[in-house]
């Protein structure tokens, strides 16, 4: 398999450098911990190393050192597309280089010949009631994969640890070759009457998806290329691929790990998000029966921050700049939908959020992210059901759980296990009395 050469070749060079790290500088201090940091979330503390992709506060996220729109740019495009092969992306992804044309469709080939997705994983899904979470349903139909694993049948009949990485990879492989089919299934279960269509295996990954929930249309393949590209990975510190992480170092199997990360990644302060833009805009155009004006939307932006809620697709943990993933979209949206009413909204509130947001003297980021116009440019195209947004968000993420996950072994990361104190403790510690003085509560 042309990833598994590849990783191969260069294994030893990575565990080397991290062997080095561990033992020449062990004891060098890289970060502090404060009390507030403690109960914030641990926002900041380092806690991960990862080198499949990194979030600079000012520029984004970085595949593998490359930006986005240099990943855009130099990734090999199917002929005629807007978009890179989502295959180009994971051999990237995955290697750290970039890939010919040729490796790209290479890696599309192997999934093609993996797509078979075990009857267990429909039955499971139809187990749901149609008007189940699309994201639990996903979540479970990756978890009944799990009776699959070759990690965890390789691994109950003996094997060394430096080679987990290798059917670890066996099933991250089968995982994102079968996912689009699952994605699709709950997608023409819940919005389509269960009218399932079978995979064209003349399509690339992205477009086959697109034809598989009968939206068989080029700008829609695009669409989902540009989707698939731009939500893969941000960082390996985020609630959903840190759980997949967490649970990947206790050894689980893939499937065991990618379902508990999709699990995080279905809650409303992260993946949901998407969703909620697309409903916030939504609801703003339904109260003003069309586009409202920027008087109209600043009123509007003004009572949700005045009712205590959020402004959707505003503001970000890390991110201090305009997410540029924001920007590919905006740009694509600019240049394709700028008839569309929601389009036009969002744009409008890009506008006016901002400023509002800096005037709040607390956000710290006022600029847009990723999920401020991703709900926008799906309606636009046919995607209408919003609860499903977050689905296609998870297709996507799967690439980055499974690439990290595969590294994890590759360079024997162990179980991970930090600290927890109590508070007793931690007031033990600020004042400097001993834990004896203080009263038990
Ligand atoms: N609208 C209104 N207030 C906002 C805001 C927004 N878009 N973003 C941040 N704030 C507020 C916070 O609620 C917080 O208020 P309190 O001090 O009263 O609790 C204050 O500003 C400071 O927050 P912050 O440090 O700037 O942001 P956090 O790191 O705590 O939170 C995030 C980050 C994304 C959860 C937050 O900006 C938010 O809720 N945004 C809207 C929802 C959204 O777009 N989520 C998608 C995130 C994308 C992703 O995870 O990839």
Redesign the pocket.
């Known amino acids: 398999m042309l990833l598994e050469n590849k990783i191969s070749d260069k294994i030893q060079v990575w565990r080397e450098r991290v062997n080095r790290l561990k033992q020449e500088y062990g004891d060098f201090v890289i970060s502090t911990v404060t009390v507030d940091q403690i109960y914030s979330g641990i926002r900041g503390v380092p806690i991960q190393v990862s080198d499949i992709s990194y979030v600079d506060p000012e520029k984004g996220v970085r595949y593998q050192g490359y930006t986005i729109e240099e990943c855009i740019k130099l990734l090999p495009n199917p002929e005629n597309c807007s978009f890179p092969y989502v295959g180009g992306l994971y051999y990237l992804l995955m290697t750290g280089e970039l890939p010919t044309a040729a490796k790209a469709v290479a890696i599309e080939d192997e999934w093609r010949g993996r797509a078979e997705v075990p009857k267990v994983v429909f039955d499971v899904i139809d187990a749901f009631p149609d008007d189940a979470s699309a994201m639990a349903m996903f979540s479970a139909g990756i978890l009944a994969m799990s009776s699959t694993s070759k990690f965890a049948a390789q691994y109950a009949e003996g094997m060394d640890k430096k080679d987990f990485w290798l059917p670890m990879l066996d099933d991250s492989m089968d995982l994102i070759a079968r996912a689009p089919e699952i994605c699709a299934y709950i997608y023409n279960k819940k919005y389509r009457g269960h009218q399932h269509i079978d995979p064209d295996p003349n399509l690339d990954y992205a477009a086959n998806f697109a034809h598989m929930i009968g939206l068989d249309e080029p700008k829609v393949y695009d669409l989902i290329r540009m989707s698939l590209i731009l939500l893969a990975d941000?960082e390996n510190a985020?609630v959903s691929a840190h759980t997949a992480h967490l649970v990947g170092s206790a050894l689980s199997d893939i499937y065991l790990a990618c379902s508990a990360g999709l699990n995080g990644l279905a809650g409303p302060?992260?993946g949901l998000?998407n969703q909620e833009?697309f409903k916030f805009i939504q609801d703003m155009v339904n109260v003003f029966g069309g586009v409202p004006t920027e008087e109209q939307a600043l009123d509007y932006l003004n009572s949700t921050?005045d009712s205590g809620r959020?402004?959707?697709?505003?503001?970000?943990?890390v991110l201090r700049n305009i997410d540029p993933r924001f920007s590919v979209e905006y740009k694509y949206g600019k240049f394709t939908v700028t008839d569309d009413p929601y389009f036009q909204t969002a744009d409008i509130v890009f506008k006016v959020a901002p400023e509002l947001?800096k005037r709040t003297g607390?956000?710290?980021?006022p600029w847009p992210?990723?999920?401020a116009l991703t709900g926008v440019l799906f309606h636009h195209f046919g995607l209408t059901h919003a609860n499903f947004y977050t689905v296609l968000f998870g297709l996507s993420r799967l690439m980055g759980f499974t690439c990290h996950i595969v590294w994890a072994r590759a360079v024997n990361k162990p179980i991970e296990r930090p600290k927890a104190l109590t508070t007793r403790i931690l007031e033990a510690m600020v004042t400097e009395d001993s834990l004896e003085n203080l009263v038990r509560k």
């Open positions: 941000h985020n302060l992260h998000a833009c921050l959020v402004i959707p697709g505003y503001g970000h943990a947001l607390k956000v710290k980021n992210n990723v999920d």
